[in-house]
């Protein structure tokens, strides 16, 4: 639970019994889904968090805890405890009466472990449009991502063992030994009397490969939740196949400002606010400017110069020659 919203997660329950013969690879399945499902619902959070670049916030501000209560709260505010002339990024609730426009005339900060913190200098801000937490939303495409990312996994699975055989209760041990010998890539070799062999049937499934299908799926999935967030997908209008006309790139592009602004318009806005109360901030999104670290390819590119003396794209082109 953060800042008093909590979003439920799939519900895995296990108990000691069920840990013990044929239920145990069910579970060890089960909480595998709920990894798989906790890994793209912490990528997305992570997104989210680093989104925003705050240049100018006081020195007693934490911008991650101010980001951590405007993703998980939907709202956040900054203010001056009563007694003190620094200035706090913190949770809230509103005390008193609403105004017209139904926001807060009066709140009430709310820190770690719910302190409560009285102010009478304050300014506040949501976190989108609707003034409500994304969580909900990164819950839905987390469990959709999960789902998309298991069903290409079974269906990789399948390729090996597209099998189903029957056989007596007395042959599930040899079985189960000989399909790990076969995920495993190794030979596996069963003596059987001839009427044994009578018992065993093996039906072939003849699963079709589908991995190219579901991993597109994935992507388009993945940057639908990315665009939730306000952030536009790797590679945009270049991942389209077919040719776009004019309007149709025009839209898109609006599309995606559209829905960076509803995110990053209200925190805009609120450092407007902040410069009544002589607090200069400015607020924008992260790019790799604010990466303080050379990727590989940069320092790659970096050595082919020092080594060459020139650009590399000339270089390339007198090699090609």
């Known amino acids: 639970m953060a800042g008093g919203y909590k979003v439920r997660p799939p519900i895995f329950i296990i108990r000691r019994k069920e840990m013990i013969g044929s239920n145990f690879e069910d579970t060890l399945m089960l909480i595998d889904n709920q990894r798989i499902y906790q890994y793209?619902?912490?990528?997305?959070?992570?997104?989210?968090?680093?989104?925003?670049?705050?240049?100018?916030?006081?020195?007693?501000?934490?911008?991650?805890y101010?980001?951590?209560?405007?993703?998980?709260?939907?709202?956040?505010?900054?203010?001056?405890?009563?007694?003190?002339?620094?200035w706090l990024s913190l949770g809230y609730v509103s005390e008193g009466k609403l105004n017209v426009y139904g926001y807060p005339t009066k709140i009430k900060?709310?820190?770690?472990?719910?302190?409560?913190?009285?102010?009478?200098?304050?300014?506040?801000?949501?976190?989108?449009?609707?003034?409500?937490?994304?969580?909900?939303?990164?819950?839905?495409?987390?469990?959709?991502?999960?789902?998309?990312?298991?069903?290409?996994?079974c269906n990789v699975q399948k390729q090996n063992t597209p099998y189903v055989v029957t056989g007596s209760k007395y042959q599930e041990l040899s079985f189960k030994n000989i399909f790990l010998k076969i995920f495993g890539h190794a030979p596996y070799l069963m003596l059987k009397k001839p009427e044994d062999l009578q018992s065993i049937q093996v039906l072939d499934l003849k699963v079709p490969f589908q991995?190219?299908?579901?991993?597109?799926?994935?992507?388009?999935?993945?940057?639908?939740?990315?665009?939730?967030?306000?952030?536009?997908?790797?590679?945009?209008l270049n991942d389209?196949?077919?040719?776009?006309?004019?309007?149709?790139?025009?839209?898109?592009?609006?599309?995606?400002?559209?829905a960076r602004n509803a995110r990053e318009l209200n925190r805009k806005q609120f450092c407007e606010k902040m410069a009544r109360h002589g607090v200069n901030m400015t607020v924008r999104m992260a790019t790799m400017e604010d990466v303080d670290y050379d990727l590989p390819d940069d320092?790659?590119?970096?050595?082919?110069?020092?080594a060459y003396g020139g650009d590399t794209d000339a270089q390339g082109g007198e090699e090609n020659e």
């Open 40 to 64: 793209y619902k912490g990528r997305l959070i992570n997104l989210a968090l680093a989104q925003f670049i705050w240049d100018g916030m006081p020195e007693t501000c934490d911008r991650l």
């Open 299 to 306: 320092m790659a590119q970096a050595e082919i110069k020092r």
């Open 211 to 236: 991995g190219k299908e579901l991993l597109e799926t994935l992507k388009i999935t993945w940057d639908e939740a990315i665009s939730m967030l306000g952030i536009a997908p790797a590679g945009g």
């Open 240 to 258: 389209k196949k077919e040719r776009l006309i004019t309007d149709e790139v025009q839209m898109a592009r609006e599309e995606n400002i559209i």
């Open 66 to 86: 101010f980001e951590k209560q405007l993703l998980f709260t939907g709202k956040a505010a900054m203010l001056k405890p009563i007694g003190s002339d620094e």
């Open 109 to 153: 900060g709310v820190g770690f472990n719910n302190a409560n913190i009285p102010t009478e200098e304050w300014e506040f801000l949501y976190d989108n449009m609707t003034k409500q937490s994304l969580l909900e939303g990164i819950d839905l495409y987390s469990k959709l991502l999960a789902e998309i990312h298991a069903t290409f996994r």
